[in-house]
Nanobody, 127 residues
Framework: QVQLVESGGRLVQAGGSLRLSCAAS????????MGWFRQAPGKEREFVAA????????YYANSVKGRFTISKDNAKNTVYLQMNSLKPEDTAVYYC????????????????????WGQGTQVTVSS
Protein backbone atom coordinates (compact mmCIF):
# COMPACT_ATOMS: atom_id res chain seq x y z
CA GLN A 1 0.00 0.00 0.00
CA VAL A 2 1.08 3.54 -0.77
CA GLN A 3 -0.62 6.61 0.62
CA LEU A 4 -0.40 9.93 -1.22
CA VAL A 5 -1.35 13.36 0.09
CA GLU A 6 -1.27 16.40 -2.17
CA SER A 7 -1.09 19.99 -1.04
CA GLY A 8 -0.41 23.47 -2.40
CA GLY A 9 -3.39 24.11 -4.61
CA ARG A 10 -5.14 27.48 -4.43
CA LEU A 11 -6.47 30.39 -6.46
CA VAL A 12 -3.81 32.26 -8.43
CA GLN A 13 -3.83 34.88 -11.16
CA ALA A 14 -2.79 34.09 -14.71
CA GLY A 15 0.96 34.38 -15.10
CA GLY A 16 1.54 33.39 -11.50
CA SER A 17 3.27 30.37 -9.98
CA LEU A 18 2.40 27.55 -7.61
CA ARG A 19 4.24 24.59 -6.19
CA LEU A 20 2.30 21.44 -5.47
CA SER A 21 3.61 18.78 -3.12
CA CYS A 22 2.80 15.10 -2.86
CA ALA A 23 3.86 13.31 0.30
CA ALA A 24 4.10 9.54 -0.10
CA SER A 25 4.15 6.92 2.63
CA UNK A 26 4.03 3.15 2.80
CA UNK A 27 5.57 0.89 0.18
CA UNK A 28 7.34 3.65 -1.74
CA UNK A 29 10.54 1.60 -2.12
CA UNK A 30 8.71 -0.51 -4.74
CA UNK A 31 7.78 2.51 -6.83
CA UNK A 32 8.81 2.93 -10.45
CA UNK A 33 7.16 6.19 -11.43
CA MET A 34 5.42 9.08 -9.71
CA GLY A 35 3.08 11.17 -11.81
CA TRP A 36 0.91 14.25 -11.77
CA PHE A 37 -2.41 14.26 -13.56
CA ARG A 38 -5.20 16.81 -13.68
CA GLN A 39 -8.91 16.80 -14.30
CA ALA A 40 -11.02 19.80 -15.24
CA PRO A 41 -14.82 19.75 -14.89
CA GLY A 42 -16.43 17.71 -17.63
CA LYS A 43 -13.10 16.45 -18.95
CA GLU A 44 -11.13 13.26 -18.62
CA ARG A 45 -8.15 13.01 -16.34
CA GLU A 46 -5.03 13.95 -18.29
CA PHE A 47 -1.32 13.43 -17.85
CA VAL A 48 0.76 16.40 -16.74
CA ALA A 49 4.21 15.16 -15.71
CA ALA A 50 6.02 12.13 -14.33
CA UNK A 51 9.35 11.24 -12.80
CA UNK A 52 11.11 7.95 -12.23
CA UNK A 53 11.45 7.08 -8.55
CA UNK A 54 14.97 5.73 -9.12
CA UNK A 55 17.01 8.21 -11.11
CA UNK A 56 15.63 11.53 -12.29
CA UNK A 57 14.20 10.98 -15.74
CA UNK A 58 11.24 13.27 -16.26
CA TYR A 59 8.37 13.37 -18.71
CA TYR A 60 5.94 16.19 -19.57
CA ALA A 61 2.77 16.77 -21.48
CA ASN A 62 3.29 19.13 -24.41
CA SER A 63 0.81 21.57 -22.89
CA VAL A 64 3.01 22.17 -19.84
CA LYS A 65 6.51 21.65 -21.22
CA GLY A 66 8.69 24.64 -20.44
CA ARG A 67 6.30 25.93 -17.76
CA PHE A 68 6.05 23.07 -15.25
CA THR A 69 8.86 21.19 -13.53
CA ILE A 70 8.50 17.92 -11.66
CA SER A 71 11.06 17.00 -9.03
CA LYS A 72 11.42 14.73 -6.02
CA ASP A 73 13.11 14.38 -2.69
CA ASN A 74 13.56 10.66 -2.05
CA ALA A 75 14.67 11.26 1.53
CA LYS A 76 11.36 12.97 2.23
CA ASN A 77 9.32 10.67 -0.04
CA THR A 78 7.91 13.79 -1.64
CA VAL A 79 7.29 14.77 -5.24
CA TYR A 80 6.82 18.37 -6.32
CA LEU A 81 5.25 20.12 -9.27
CA GLN A 82 6.50 23.65 -9.82
CA MET A 83 4.04 25.46 -12.07
CA ASN A 84 5.04 28.76 -13.66
CA SER A 85 3.33 31.05 -16.17
CA LEU A 86 -0.02 29.61 -15.21
CA LYS A 87 -2.93 29.95 -17.60
CA PRO A 88 -6.69 29.76 -16.99
CA GLU A 89 -6.71 26.47 -18.91
CA ASP A 90 -4.49 24.99 -16.20
CA THR A 91 -7.46 25.16 -13.82
CA ALA A 92 -8.21 21.65 -12.59
CA VAL A 93 -7.96 19.26 -9.69
CA TYR A 94 -4.39 17.99 -9.65
CA TYR A 95 -3.74 14.40 -8.60
CA CYS A 96 -0.55 12.70 -7.58
CA UNK A 97 -0.18 9.04 -8.59
CA UNK A 98 2.20 6.20 -7.87
CA UNK A 99 3.05 3.24 -10.04
CA UNK A 100 4.48 -0.06 -8.85
CA UNK A 101 4.43 -1.31 -12.47
CA UNK A 102 7.74 -1.20 -14.36
CA UNK A 103 5.74 -0.72 -17.58
CA UNK A 104 4.90 2.78 -16.38
CA UNK A 105 8.47 3.81 -17.22
CA UNK A 106 7.43 3.63 -20.88
CA UNK A 107 3.68 4.25 -20.46
CA UNK A 108 3.94 7.09 -17.97
CA UNK A 109 0.95 9.00 -19.42
CA UNK A 110 -1.45 6.08 -19.07
CA UNK A 111 -3.70 6.48 -16.02
CA UNK A 112 -4.22 2.72 -15.95
CA UNK A 113 -0.52 2.12 -15.22
CA UNK A 114 -0.81 3.85 -11.83
CA UNK A 115 -1.77 1.92 -8.72
CA UNK A 116 -2.35 4.59 -6.09
CA TRP A 117 -3.84 8.07 -6.20
CA GLY A 118 -4.08 11.00 -3.85
CA GLN A 119 -7.27 12.85 -3.08
CA GLY A 120 -6.41 15.78 -5.32
CA THR A 121 -5.78 19.47 -4.79
CA GLN A 122 -7.68 22.27 -6.56
CA VAL A 123 -5.77 24.74 -8.69
CA THR A 124 -7.75 27.68 -10.02
CA VAL A 125 -6.15 30.21 -12.36
CA SER A 126 -8.08 33.44 -12.84
CA SER A 127 -7.76 35.55 -15.97
Amino acid sequence: QVQLVESGGRLVQAGGSLRLSCAASGRTFSSYVMGWFRQAPGKEREFVAAIRWVGSTTYYANSVKGRFTISKDNAKNTVYLQMNSLKPEDTAVYYCANSLDYRATSSYSDVHKYDYWGQGTQVTVSS
